[in-house]
């Protein structure tokens, strides 16, 4: 099984664990294992064209693996915090190796199995608390900690996910409800994601539009990496991190393009059997003189799909478009540039209210609507990717918008959600580590029209500001201790609809950390306390008669605890090498959540508070991987069960058990896989107040996968999933409406075949 050189569930990288940079095969996942195969000392001696970017050494390394051909290997604590040597040209790769190592104190040995790489003696280098694959200043490599949930670009690939569900799909503590992507929202350890400083290459999304509809629509295909900070977050990861964070990372030029190329092309296609789904998109990159140039397009298609009883389900059908641009340019000295453009849009006729079938007959409605989700990211950024020093300055400046229509005979509803933000830091790195400086802003404007009521509904707007200073520190104070803390100060100023204004300010402050008890136990635990704001009010429940109250808007805040143990077998002994255990606790308590209401006024609250705990097991092995995880959470919304009511706050999730395997057959470019979920009865269920709701039901649901890179053909992939392989008729435990009697959910697809084929060029 091909592994890029990361950290599992956000780990730090620790002495002893042996760093795979094998990343020839990196662009198209585990299918392409064996592209990586052993090289002789003679093929070692092979001239090969290099263009390397002096950069991080582990980003280096990986380079050079893709533009090698070979296999590297080193400890995590042999290559962390080093830079490398640039290096251009024609050479033999032992040579050109050499060249990379220059200045860095380490020596290589090349053998029939690759090059392993060395110190000569004991290193005293700074290290980092970042996984080592580091993809972009202020993107999803700067959040680690030890309880991150990452997902890097070998995962996201086998995952192959069609949506965000499939995207967590192996990630207990994350849900998302609703089988239709324009309705689809994510939870984490409970807490909906409004909650959470969520990010698209930097750039802020809040996105409370319509609570029928998605908070962040996104194409999972054009996704590098996401990382997850349940509950405590780093400063730096944004203001209003409640609940954590959620950083989502696209693709570069460098993810795509095979070695020794300035230009190249991918080409996909996929059917869906379960809704006649047809799916093509085209991407086209390359890069010439320290310039780089991305596009990417994708076309999607299909008729509604059956649930596990054959049913239709209305308003499933499919028709998505998105789109990605990017043009960069680093310079010699390190120093990256980068214009990033994305744009995704969901249209179709969906149901009346997006996110579930009312039957409720007191309130007739058309069976559907059209609904039109548009969102777009405009990032301009800069960095330096090879930061050394105390001055390693870094900003990004960025517009998010996301605009939807309702569509209906005589009533025709929309609303915009726009939100210019942007960021100037530093990093400086110190003996122990790196220690991160710098301001925020965001100012976002929340507006609906609804024409068909009057003048006096139009551009019905709430706006807010935030200014905020912060720093980060990840520190090795020693090297059985890996610890971060930072803290922000935010200034915040809310407008409502009739331009009262309130302005709040407040702080900051969060510790985590990791120790090793044992060569092969590390305890590790953290706590925050984050001031989030005024959230605004969503634009299709504004009303333009509320009074908003004289002594001002209430902003937010939140405290989060978790403490964990993780044990690796290798610190035992060799033969338990790959086995590996972990569990976690938790809570989070986020007081005064905006829950505005169209009758109730503009100053209603809620408060939630999340407990749970996780845990899991998994083992690996050179070609392959089995694990399991459990979670229970628990939420509570003023005092109740979580209902899905508060579609802003949090849900009921109760227990989870996910698994997942793959096994790459040796020598056959063939990769199988297969994960389950298990979702036991949940009865905590209340509607409003302390009325108990339906239970949900229990549910388990299948799929496996197969693809084949053939070894002839290296630059052709094609795969075959079948998803819900057992035909079960279920609605995703964090679907909206499951606890209302009457209420007809939304139900997943039943058994569904995906044939897909990418061919690289």
């Known amino acids: 099984m091909t592994k890029t050189v990361s950290a599992t569930r956000g780990r730090w990288v620790r002495g002893g664990a042996l760093v795979l940079a094998t990343c020839a095969v990196m662009a198209d996942g585990p299918a392409r294992a064996q592209d990586a195969r052993p090289v002789t000392v003679a093929q070692a001696a092979e001239a090969r064209r290099f263009d390397i970017p002096a950069q991080n050494l582990a980003d280096a390394l990986a380079l050079f693996g893709q533009q090698a051909g070979m296999q590297i290997s080193a400890h995590g604590d042999t290559v962390r915090g080093k830079t490398s040597t640039a290096l251009a040209g024609t050479m033999a790769p032992e040579a050109a190796l050499r060249t990379l190592l220059a200045g860095t104190g380490l020596i290589s040995e090349v053998g029939d199995g690759g090059a392993v790489i060395t110190a000569p003696a004991a290193s005293s280098s700074a290290v980092t608390l970042d996984p080592i694959v580091v993809a972009g200043r202020g993107g999803v490599a700067d959040y680690a900690g030890p309880s991150t949930v990452s997902l890097d670009t070998e995962t996201l690939e086998r995952l192959d996910p069609q949506d965000l569900q499939d995207v967590f799909k192996s990630t207990p503590g994350v849900q998302v409800g609703s089988s239709l992507p324009i309705s689809q929202k994510v939870y984490v350890n409970g807490v909906e ?82 809704g006649n789904t047809l799916s093509n998109d085209l991407t086209l990159f390359g890069r010439n003189s320290g310039f780089e140039a991305l596009g990417y397009f994708k076309l999607a298609r299909g008729d509604e799909f059956e649930d596990g009883d054959g049913n239709r389900v209305l308003g499933s059908e499919t028709d ?21 453009y994305e744009n995704v849009e969901d249209d179709g006729d969906r149901p009346y209210r997006a996110n579930f079938i009312s039957t409720d007959a007191g309130r007739p409605t058309a069976a559907t609507r059209n609904y039109r989700l548009e969102r777009e990211n405009l990032v301009v950024s800069f960095e330096n990717a090879t930061p050394t020093g105390l001055l390693n300055p870094y900003g990004r400046l960025a517009l998010a918008t996301t605009h939807l229509d309702a569509l209906e005979t005589g009533n025709d509803n929309f609303g915009t959600y726009e939100s210019l933000n942007g960021m100037l830091a530093n990093t400086s790195e110190i003996a122990l580590g790196t220690v991160d400086v710098g301001v925020d802003f965001y100012s976002d404007t929340s507006e609906g029209s609804f024409p068909d009521y009057g003048a006096e509904w139009m551009g019905l707007e709430e706006k807010a500001q935030n200014y905020g200073l912060f720093a980060q520190a990840r520190l090795e104070p020693t090297d059985r201790m890996r610890i971060s803390f930072g803290g922000r100060g935010d200034l915040h100023r809310f407008e409502g609809l009739d331009g009262s204004d309130s302005e709040n300010a407040g702080l900051s402050g969060n510790i985590s950390g990791e120790y090793d008890l044992l060569p092969f ?30 002594g001002g808007m209430e902003p937010s805040t939140a405290d989060n605890v978790f403490a964990g143990l993780e044990f690796r077998g290798e610190g035992i002994s060799p033969r338990l090498a790959g086995f590996s255990l972990y569990g976690k606790v938790f809570k989070t308590t986020i007081d005064d959540i905006r829950d505005e209401e169209y009758r109730g006024g503009p100053n209603v609250y809620s408060d939630l508070e999340s407990v749970g705990f996780e845990i899991g097991a998994g083992y690996e092995w050179a070609d392959g991987f089995v694990k399991i995880g459990y979670a229970d959470i628990d939420t509570e919304i003023n005092g109740n069960s979580g209902t899905s009511e508060y579609q802003y706050i949090g849900t009921a999730i109760g227990q989870v058990v996910t698994a997942e395997a793959a096994y790459t057959v040796p020598a056959t470019g063939v990769t199988i896989g297969a994960d389950a979920q298990f979702f036991f009865e949940e009865d905590s269920t209340d509607i409003y107040t302390s009325s108990p709701g339906v239970p949900f039901p229990a549910y388990e649901v299948a799929n496996a996968f197969v693809s084949y890179t053939p070894e002839t053909h290296p630059f052709l992939t094609v795969r075959a999933t079948v998803k819900n392989i057992f035909d079960e008729t279920y609605a995703d435990r964090a679907s909206y409406g499951q606890e209302y009697p009457g209420v007809e959910v939304l139900n997943e697809p039943g058994r569904s075949f995906l044939l897909s084929a990418k061919v690289r060029f």
Do not use: C
């Not at 696209?250 to 379960?274: C, H, I, Q, R, S």
């Not at 959230?535 to 333009?544: K, S």
């Open 193 to 274: 994601e409004t909650n959470l400083s969520v990010t698209i290459d930097g750039s802020r999304q809040k996105n409370k539009l319509f609570h029928h509809n998605a908070t962040t629509l996104i194409d999972p295909d054009l996704l590098k990496a996401v990382r997850v900070n349940p509950g405590v977050a780093p400063a730096d990861a944004g203001p209003g991190a409640l609940g954590g964070s959620i950083a989502y990372e696209t693709k570069d030029v460098a993810d795509l393009l095979a070695p020794g190329d300035n230009f190249g092309g991918m080409a996909g296609t996929e059917f869906n059997t379960n």
């Open 320 to 340: 998505f478009v998105s789109g990605l641009g990017k043009l960069a340019y680093q310079h010699d000295t390190g120093y990256r540039f980068e214009l990033s």
């Open 521 to 550: 136990l590390t305890a590790s635990a953290g706590a925050s306390h984050v001031f989030g704001g005024v959230d605004l009010a969503e634009p299709f429940i504004v009303n333009p008669d509320w009074a908003y109250p004289s």
